[in-house]
């Protein structure tokens, strides 16, 4: 799931702003951010606030996820 909305609070920056720096309208982008945006827009977004794509998407609550085809428990060790 996206936490774009979130990146831009924690930002300081308004939707407004970033729609400004991608060069297009605010609602253009709110759409965007709501619906399934490309993975060409969700880049853009990540340059114009300054993050890499991957802060844009959730993190997993524990290092700990479920296959949801045979149920095994699997361990995810992020890269530093």
Known sequence: MLRIKEVIK???LT????ANKLGMSS???SDAINGN?????????AEAIGVPVAELFERPSTDVII???CGAELEIKMKE
């Open 10 to 12: 924690e930002k300081g």
């Open 15 to 18: 939707v407004k702003e970033v």
């Open 27 to 29: 609602p253009s982008l």
């Open 37 to 45: 945006p490309t993975v060409e827009k969700v880049e853009r977004i």
């Open 67 to 69: 296959c949801p085809k």
